[in-house]
């Protein structure tokens, strides 16, 4: 399988890979396309580790294939062009995000929504137009459609902005889409992860009344004095929960664990909004009676169109909303992982693939 991930296209590449269910990475040669008439080659320089890449790598979605190069939140610059590219030059900062593809036909094309496009091809793991199979961001070169590029503005690191290429607009986009983004409104956002802080930092900027809503108490110093949030609430408290009941305009839950609904949706005024970006694995209970009593809504979001994903960079280079990273490099991807899965990060890992990618690694 290796060696036919190496010939199928001609530009050679090099990453780490898993090859099974165990999750472990370790270094992998593979091939590029080359660079199609729409297409944009990049040097990878940055790729933050996503919460889903630890799902992705062990399977637990079902929907992997192997050998998996993960990584969908790519920074780096612009190396070659296609001859019918009009958006970028050589040398231009670049990031490629969650995916490389859509039918470009659709309803949902046609309205910059491609993420909903029902023929979306996420940017790894995933069947690609020519029947080969995509590899993401851990990785030293990247090729991808233009669509699928956005600028990034000179003011934010590469670095900083790997991590909003996902956590990033999918905080953005619900507080938009749900017209959370009225300055004034009490938004309340469920953990404070690599998704919640990226939330604090959006509703802040946007002019909102903003409480984490959280399981740890030893997070709330953090939460206020360093994200900036107004307030914060130890969601096990019955006491400090009660207090807050009915004030919140929307929440943005950001929580893949199992946990309950109903607590959340007392939290809402009536017609408030409890919006979904993270994907608890089990199915969640919404009593019909806490939805009618106060006409409240229950929504989700995944990721944003190429559109907005720009709309959101620009607007975090003009108010200065950057990601908690840790810079990692490249042989310490497994360990990050690890400490992951614990939560053991603020607030997300940015992995330095241009300067600790070594062949030899």
């Known amino acids: 399988m290796g060696s036919e991930a190496e010939t ?28 199609g008439e729409k297409d944009v080659a990049i040097k990878v320089m940055y790729c933050g580790i996503c919460h889903s890449d630890l799902h992705m790598l062990k399977n637990e979605w079902s929907c992997s ?90 003011s934010i690191p590469l670095d900083a902005a790997a991590p909003l290429l996902c956590a990033g607009i999918t905080v953005y986009s ?17 953990g404070l992860g690599g998704l919640g802080h990226m939330a604090v930092k959006f509703a802040k900027a946007l002019g909102l009344k903003v409480t984490v809503i959280s399981t740890s108490p030893n997070k709330k110093k953090e939460a206020i004095e360093h994200m900036g949030a107004d307030s914060f609430v130890v969601s096990r408290e019955q006491d400090e929960m009660m207090a807050v009941m009915g004030t919140f305009d929307g929440i943005i839950d950001t929580v893949s664990a199992d946990h309950s609904l109903v607590p959340l949706i007392g939290l809402l005024k009536a017609h408030g909004k409890l919006v979904m970006v993270g994907a608890p694995e089990k199915p969640l209970e919404v009593p019909a009676f806490s939805l009618l009593t106060g006409r409240k809504m229950v929504g989700g979001s995944a990721i944003g169109g190429m559109k907005e994903t720009q709309e959101m960079i620009d607007f975090a280079a003009k108010h200065d909303v950057k990601p908690d990273i840790e810079v990692i490099e490249m042989d310490y991807v497994n360990t990050a992982m690890e400490r992951l899965l614990k939560a053991d990060v603020k607030y997300r890992f940015v992995i330095d693939i241009g300067n600790t990618l070594k062949p030899s690694s």
């Not at 050589?90 to 094309?109: E, F, H, I, L």
């Not at 749900?178 to 956002?189: A, N, S, T």
């Open 174 to 190: 619900p507080l938009k889409y749900y017209g959370l983004d009225k300055p004034g409104l009490h938004i309340g956002v469920v």
């Open 65 to 154: 294939i192997y050998p998996i190069v993960p990584g969908h939140e790519i920074a780096g610059v612009v190396t070659e062009l296609g001859s019918k590219v009009q958006k970028f030059k050589v040398g231009d900062r670049v990031g490629v995000g969650c995916m490389v593809g859509s039918c470009n036909s659709c309803q949902n094309c046609s309205e910059d929504l491609e993420n909903y496009c029902s023929k979306m091809i996420l940017t790894y793991s995933a069947k690609y137009v020519d029947g080969t199979i995509t590899y993401g961001g851990y990785s030293d070169s990247m090729v991808a459609d233009e669509r699928f590029v956005v600028r990034i503005p000179d």
């Open 8 to 35: 199928e296209h001609p530009n050679k590449a090099f990453g780490w890979a898993a090859r099974d269910t165990s999750g472990i990475l370790s270094p992998f040669n593979f091939s590029r396309r080359a660079t």
